[in-house]
């Protein structure tokens, strides 16, 4: 071998000449059927379990959810639900008793529950003004939360659709005539109480109008406080939606009557939208849903009954 | 230089050019009028008059953009395609309130992606750009002043300069010849790169200005030529010289055109009359149609379907949007969903004016689902172009050591169309041959001589493998060996011990072996040339058979050395002595080769005094010629020829006749007198005249030249044929030229029915005497039709007993053939035949016949050839390969893809060709289904948040799907997937019609992609919603909103996307690896980074992933599940597909996977499988030679 036999032979092996010549080493997987057995099997195995343990987390979440919109209108304003729910002269408030079926153990997460609510509708969603949110009524570029963005010529803070229809029924809870603690801090992500809303921005000229939307704000807590409205403000992604609302922090033995006092405001009554109270304990993987581990177990299961079939039709047909 | 002169010989004779005085025609009365204004100041372009007249400069551009033009002018042909057309308007839409993202979001990859293709466009043109600075600068000898030549550029050469071009130098522009190295001012000109015909011409200056052939004549000449203005036809030219007070006419014979070469010939002198875009080269050249392979057509209608559904989902959400929101305000006053403050509404969400809102939605919609069309599929598939071709320039197997030439795609945009060939048209010289002639075998008395190998004989044995073969060819291998120690000899390839060296003194016919080359020594119009240092001797003649024979000649020991006007001298080898002795032979007449009289005779007198007729000519006309006494071998001789024609050589009968005195005499008196005739059938005269005297001859054998095929050529056609491509041969050869090289290459074989359609019957031969043109046409047309016919009526019937056939046609019928009446029944009839060859024909013919393929079967046709007369068939054709073999470069320029040899055909289309379709038709089908996968779920989700365009994802999410999350993996596919090996790919050539029959772009499939994208976008959000419905998302208690709901689809869609590229894909190296899952992790790592920005520029997706997702296991396990289950009916479609259907690739991965590519038996038995039953190439022959002999 001369030399340049030797520095050619070299040449060729080099990564760059191999890249050339499309000869990099290479994986080239075929479906086989061993590995297609072994692909669905190993599938099944994985999520077969998987799909018991989160079916397992979701039972074990014991959910308490009472319809109250209907109910909560007195029996001679039902013909016309509307016009109650928008006088204020008529007391709105309204008892349920929640009988608990199941020990439930603290913290017990209590959401208000809204259907066909479009809080994902364009308009809604884009009607907002992150950087007043900030900044407060000092910034003035707003245009985003037309139409309710000045009231007699002054900005309104928070201004926009979303802020002005702040959900405001409110809910107080008595066990055995003692009211239960609600725990109304933290339940907003912490980064909006931070960095979204500002620490010294306060509600201005809010829910002023002639239109009066849905829940009023303190205007001497700043806004990085009002969870009630960070909450709000994160729009759902889907017209059927729950918001958190506070935390019991007591365990609710079985068959406790809890008796909600509540104050039923807000207006679903115009579009026809549903109201729930929904009391929820909480697992790892959050609140009560059987979808998904049903889901897993029946793609896992498939995925072996595939496995056999297919390793049937191989064993039959030879090729 | 000082032996400028030194040939006396006045080569004007011997080609008998009519060199007398050239007389003014009519065209040149219109010197002066329009278009006839050109004047030329010869030698004084700086003079007043020249100013005035302002002719452009030499400078040549043959660039598309200047750096003034091509901003507007690049960009006007991006936005001219439709789909970024759309994306200029979305863009500019997005700058509106309807838009339902930010307008920075929509248009900045827009300006990536049309900035990416305008930097390509550039950089082409730059290369474009360089190759003209080349070609401008090279340099020239211009006379300056006072007699002296100085070099310049070409580009500075002016109109009336002269010039001094010296031997192999181009012409740098056209020229008017005044005077050369020779004293009667002639010049040779090779004319290949203008028409592609590699003879050389002779070009005559006039005889008044002949003399100045000194450089110092120049010092004080002038002239004015008036001549045409600057015009397109090659062939004409029209003008007058103004010399000394006296006009002369002006022909083309004068006229040296710009980029044809000067040859044998030490220097000329010329004045230059048109430069740069003036000369007829440069107004002859036409803008390179632009080319679109059928895929990306096809991929236009793709896109035109996405419209149409992109239109459809925007109509139905806008009429669901129209009626939700009139419903919205009841009466005008009842507010539905209070909360969107209906009654103080803009007119996008107006309820008093709905139908207004409702196409306004429509257009949001459109912004919306602009991510159906991948807008980045345009440039992602330029980028994947570019990386192919330097993959197909790169590639080492196609690479000419010998003449340092690698394949070269020159445009990048048909790579997937080299994968889809259904006819490959080829050219034959210097395409399938080498151009070069080789005197292989002779048969001298009935005794064959010659034991040279053809590349015929070789492909068939290599194929045979038959033990009794291997021993032959390790004879042949010996002999070849042996033989290498001597150096080739250009033309020579006879290898024969019984005859070299002398030897054939001692043969049992030495006198006839001695007769027939001493005529090959005397018989032909060469001239010889002798170098003066070693004395070899070297010869130019007119065709390379001709030449062939001389040098056979030579080296056999009758070495034709000296050639006047009146006589031929030879050194022999003198049979009694052993010496070698010069011969002196005086030429009486030479009665010249035409096509006609297929054949050539010399009538000389020996140094004995003897007149000898000696004559060499097609067997069709000698035989008939041979004296009673004269056909002793006549049997043995054409036996000999049959084997020869039928391993594809050329063959020629050798003969000869002693003359009386008398005879001659009075031959040559009639002879004289026919030539010196004046009258139209003088041609006719001089033929009857010779035709009496070449009788009675008495036969000395045969010659077999072989018309060299290029290396590999057999077996490549045999391998293309496998393939199912069907090969046409347009030659402009004659017709048993053509066939010869039919057999050589195995289109033709014994026992295939021939059907030659030409016109050289007696009936229209006597009209054609007649002259009467319209009968001749009327007549010819008829013939034409009736053998149409007929062969379509034996083809038809024969063609079930699976007989095959050949078609061979000529240039004379295939005009008629081609009229549109005729052409659809000539293509049918060709279609029926397994190889068409069709000889004689035109430049113009052979793109005629591209076209009528490729418009008549609707099939990919790729031409291939070598000259400038296969440019027009190379723009026709789909794809046009140049063989960049020889010095011709105008078939390159013009081609799409540049081989060295024809053989790297086989690679080309059977690898890398199969390979890029393959790319190319899944990448658009993943594209597609990628962006519907996409955009789908945009439109789920759209139908759950009231059809009011809310998109489901941040705003930079959307934008950077398909630039960043999405669009490597398919560009790594793309470039570097592999169905099967280039090995594979080789040695199961049916492989390649997948790409022929289109299996893997048809219609089933692009929708059974789109399906699969439809399907997957419907799994996704049906999951995800399902699964983040309105419980809880994490144990903290906190709920889904858009954004986490958003965020998990969005990494659910990542997922998918790009496993489905991992299952799609069968090929993967690292390079996909990284893409596939670096993709994956950019998502992941965007998110960690976007998330951080401050919350006005990340709006809702501010710290998402860090604070929400990532430490949810929901957020996990929905990516799990969701992704799994969306791939699983994919996953099983393809098991079930490569255990029970295979289509082919998959069986041949079949076969490498189980290790059964070493196991010969059987992977022949799946070759069989694969290989169809071909009609032509070696293995067909072999197969029809087996069954023939049992």
């Known amino acids: 071998m001369t030399n340049t036999d030797r520095e050619r032979h070299r040449e060729r092996e080099t990564a760059f000449y191999l890249f050339t010549q499309q000869r990099l080493p290479a994986c080239k997987p075929v479906l086989t059927p061993a590995w297609v057995i072994t692909i669905f099997l190993f599938t099944g195995f994985i999520f077969i379990p998987v799909g018991l343990v989160t079916l397992r987390a979701s039972r074990s979440v014991v959910e308490i959810v009472e319809r109250y919109d209907t109910e909560c209108v007195p029996e001679p304003f039902r013909i016309d639900k509307v016009s109650y729910v928008q006088d204020d002269s008529i007391p709105k408030n309204c008892s349920l008793s929640l009988k608990v079926r199941k020990y439930m153990k603290a913290p017990i997460y209590i959401y208000y529950q809204l259907d066909n609510y479009y809080q994902n509708h364009r308009r809604y969603v884009k009607s907002r003004s992150d950087r007043q949110l900030l900044h407060g009524w000092k910034y003035h570029a707003t245009s985003s939360c037309q139409p309710v963005e000045f009231n007699n010529n002054q900005p309104i803070v928070p201004c926009g659709l979303i802020a002005w229809s702040l959900f405001n029924d409110t809910f107080t809870f008595i066990r055995e005539r003692a009211e239960l603690k609600v725990n109304r801090k933290n339940i907003a992500w912490k980064s909006d109480r931070d960095h979204k809303f500002g620490k010294t921005v306060y509600p201005f000229n809010f829910q002023n109008g002639t239109l009066i939307g849905g829940g009023k704000l303190n205007p001497r807590i700043p806004l990085s406080d009002q969870e009630d409205l960070i909450v709000w403000m994160r729009t759902s992604a889907l017209p059927s939606f729950r918001k958190l609302y506070g935390r019991i922090e007591e365990d609710l033995d079985a068959d406790d009557v809890v008796v909600v006092h509540l104050m039923n405001n807000y207006n679903t009554y115009g579009f026809g939208g549903k109201k729930k109270l929904v009391l929820s304990t909480s697992s790892w993987l959050g609140g009560k849903n059987d979808f998904l581990g049903l889901a897993c177990v029946f793609v896992g299961s498939s995925s072996v009954i595939l496995a056999i079939v297919f390793m049937l039709l191989h064993l039959k047909s030879r090729r | 230089m000082a032996g400028g002169r030194r040939r006396k010989l006045a080569l004007s004779k011997i080609y008998g050019i009519a060199c007398g005085k050239a007389s003014f025609k009519e065209d040149h009365s219109q010197i002066g009028r329009p278009g006839f204004s050109r004047v030329v100041y010869s030698n004084e372009p700086d003079c007043f008059e020249a100013g005035i007249r302002n002719y452009c400069d030499n400078y040549v551009r043959t660039t598309k953009y200047t750096a003034a033009t091509f901003l507007p002018k690049s960009l006007f042909e991006q936005f001219r395609r439709v789909a970024n057309f759309y994306f200029l308007v979305t863009g500019i839409l997005s700058f509106t309130r309807l838009a339902p993202y930010s307008a920075v979001s929509a248009i900045v990859p827009l300006i990536i992606v049309i900035g990416a293709t305008m930097i390509k466009e550039g950089v082409e043109d730059w290369r474009r750009k360089q190759q003209d600075i080349e070609v401008n600068n090279r340099k020239v000898k211009v006379h300056q002043r006072d007699g002296n030549f100085h070099y310049s550029e070409w580009k500075n050469l002016r109109v009336g300069d002269i010039v001094k071009v010296e031997k192999d130098e181009f012409f740098p522009t056209d020229l ?135 239109f459809i989902m925007g109509f139905v959400g806008s009429i669901f949007f129209g009626v939700a929101t009139e419903n919205d305000l ?286 060499k000519g097609a067997d069709s006309v000698m035989f008939e010629r041979l004296a009673k006494g004269g056909r002793d071998f006549e049997e043995d001789t054409r036996e000999h020829m049959n084997e020869y024609a039928d391993a594809g050589l050329r063959t020629l009968v050798l003969a000869y006749r002693e003359l009386s005195e008398d005879e001659n005499k009075a031959f040559n008196e009639k002879f004289t007198e026919a030539k010196n005739s004046v009258s139209a059938d003088r041609e006719t005269l001089i033929d009857e005249v010779a035709d009496q005297i070449e009788r009675d001859l008495i036969l000395l054998g045969a010659t077999a030249v072989e018309d060299k095929l290029q290396n590999g050529v057999p077996d490549c056609i045999d391998k293309l044929a496998q393939a199912g491509i069907k090969l046409w041969v347009l030659t402009g050869d004659k017709m048993e030229t053509a066939i010869n090289i039919g057999y050589a290459c195995s289109l033709l074989r014994q026992g295939m029915k021939q059907v030659i359609i030409n016109l050289d019957t007696p009936e229209i031969q006597s009209l054609e005497k007649t002259g009467e043109k319209d009968a001749i046409t009327k007549a010819s047309r008829k013939s034409v039709l009736e053998q149409i016919l007929q062969g379509t009526a034996q083809v038809t019937a024969l063609s079930a007993m699976s007989e095959a056939f050949a078609l061979i046609i000529d240039g004379k019928s295939l005009a008629y053939a081609l009229e549109d009446d005729m052409k659809k029944m000539f293509l049918e009839l060709a279609i029926g035949c397994a190889s068409v060859i069709c000889c004689r024909s035109s430049p113009k013919q052979k793109a005629l016949v591209t076209r009528l393929v490729k418009s008549g079967t609707g099939k990919t046709t790729l031409a291939i050839g070598d000259g400038a007369n296969d440019v027009g068939m190379l723009q026709e054709a789909d794809i046009g390969i140049g063989i960049s073999g020889v010095e011709g470069m105008q078939a390159v320029m013009s081609s799409d893809v540049a081989i060295a040899q024809f053989r790297y055909l086989e690679r080309l289309l059977l690898v890398h060709g199969h390979w890029c379709y393959r790319r190319i038709s899944s990448m658009i089908c993943y594209f597609f289904y990628k962006n519907i996968t996409f955009g789908f779920t945009l439109f789920l989700y759209e139908a759950y948040a009231s059809f009011s365009a809310q998109p489901a994802y941040n705003d930079w999410y959307l934008s950077l799907y398909n630039v960043f999350f999405s669009s490597l993996p398919v560009i790594a596919m793309g470039v570097f997937d592999q169905d099967v090996s280039a090995r594979f790919c080789l040695k199961f050539p049916l492989l390649y019609q997948e790409g022929v029959q289109n299996v893997l772009f048809g219609w089933r499939r692009i929708v059974s992609w789109m399906f699969n994208g439809f399907y997957s976008a419907i799994i996704i959000f049906f999951f995800c919603s399902k699964a983040l419905e309105h419980q809880a998302f994490n144990h903290a208690g906190k709920t889904a909103g858009l954004e986490i709901f958003g965020g998990t689809m969005y990494t659910c869609v990542v997922w998918a996307v790009n496993l489905q590229m991992s299952l799609s894909i069968s090929y993967f190296t690292l390079i996909q690896h990284i893409a596939i899952w670096g993709s994956i992790a950019f998502w992941y790592l965007f998110q960690v980074v976007y998330g951080f920005l401050p919350p006005s520029f990340s709006t809702n997706a501010y710290r998402v992933f860090i604070e929400a997702l990532a430490p949810a296991p929901s957020y996990w396990l929905t990516t799990l599940f969701v992704v799994i289950a969306t791939l699983i009916p994919y996953f099983l479609y393809s098991a079930i597909q490569m255990r029970f259907f295979p289509m082919y690739h998959g069986m041949i991965q079949w076969i490498r996977h189980e290790g059964h590519s070493n196991d010969a038996a059987y992977v022949e038995m799946v070759r069989q499988r694969s290989i169809r039953p071909t009609t032509v190439g070696s293995t067909a022959r072999r197969v029809a030679r087996s069954t023939h002999q049992r």
């Open chain 2, 176 to 310: 008017v010849l005044l005077a050369s190295s020779y004293e009667d001012a002639v010049c040779y000109v090779e004319t290949m790169n203008l028409d592609g015909e590699t003879n050389l011409k002779l070009k005559q200056a006039l005889e008044v200005t002949s003399s100045l052939n000194d450089d110092y004549n120049f010092r004080d000449f002038k002239a004015i030529i008036k001549c045409e203005d600057p015009n397109a036809n090659l062939y004409s030219f029209v003008g007058t010289m103004e010399f000394e007070e006296q006009q002369y006419p002006l022909s083309p014979q004068q006229l040296l055109l710009r980029d044809s070469k000067l040859r044998n010939t030490d220097y000329i002198y010329g004045v230059v009359v048109f430069t740069g875009h003036d000369t007829k080269v440069i107004q002859n050249s036409t803008d390179p149609p632009s080319k679109r392979s059928k895929i990306e057509k096809k991929m236009d209608r793709i896109i035109y379907l996405m419209f149409f559904i992109v």
């Open chain 2, 330 to 615: 009841e009466n005008g006053r009842i507010k539905k969903r209070w909360y969107l403050r209906p009654d103080s509404s803009e007119i996008l969400f107006d309820p008093k004016r709905a139908p207004a809102a409702a196409i306004y939605h429509f257009l949001t919609a459109l912004l919306l689902f602009s991510y159906f069309i991948p807008i980045s599929l345009y440039v992602s598939i330029e980028i994947v172009k570019i990386l192919q071709s330097i993959f197909i320039n790169q590639d080492i197997h196609m690479y000419y050591e010998e003449a340092d030439k690698p394949a070269h795609a020159r445009t990048s945009n048909l790579n997937e169309e080299l994968g889809q060939v259904d006819t490959i048209l080829s050219d034959k010289t210097g395409t399938l041959t080498c151009n070069s002639m080789e005197f292989i075998k002779c048969s001298v008395a009935g005794t064959a001589y010659g034991r040279g190998v053809t590349e015929v004989e070789r492909a068939m044995d290599r194929k045979k493998g038959s033990p009794l073969v291997h021993e032959k060819l390790k004879v042949q291998n010996h002999i070849e060996d042996s033989t290498d120690i001597n150096p080739t000899i250009k033309g020579f390839n006879f290898k024969d011990e019984r005859i070299m060296n002398g030897n054939w003194v001692d043969e049992p016919c030495a006198d006839v072996i001695q007769k027939f080359f001493r005529l090959l020594a005397i018989c032909h119009t060469a001239i010889p040339e002798v170098d003066e240092d070693t004395g070899k001797v070297s010869y130019e003649a007119e065709s390379p058979d001709e030449a062939a024979f001389v040098i056979a000649a030579r080296e056999v020991g009758f070495e034709f050395h000296k050639r006047t006007q009146t006589s031929i001298s030879l050194y022999e080898l003198d049979p009694v002595s052993g010496r070698r002795v010069d011969r002196l032979y005086k030429l009486l007449n030479v009665l010249e080769f035409n096509s006609s009289r297929k054949r050539m005779s010399v009538i000389v007198r020996n140094e004995e005094g003897k007149l000898l007729l000696l004559c």
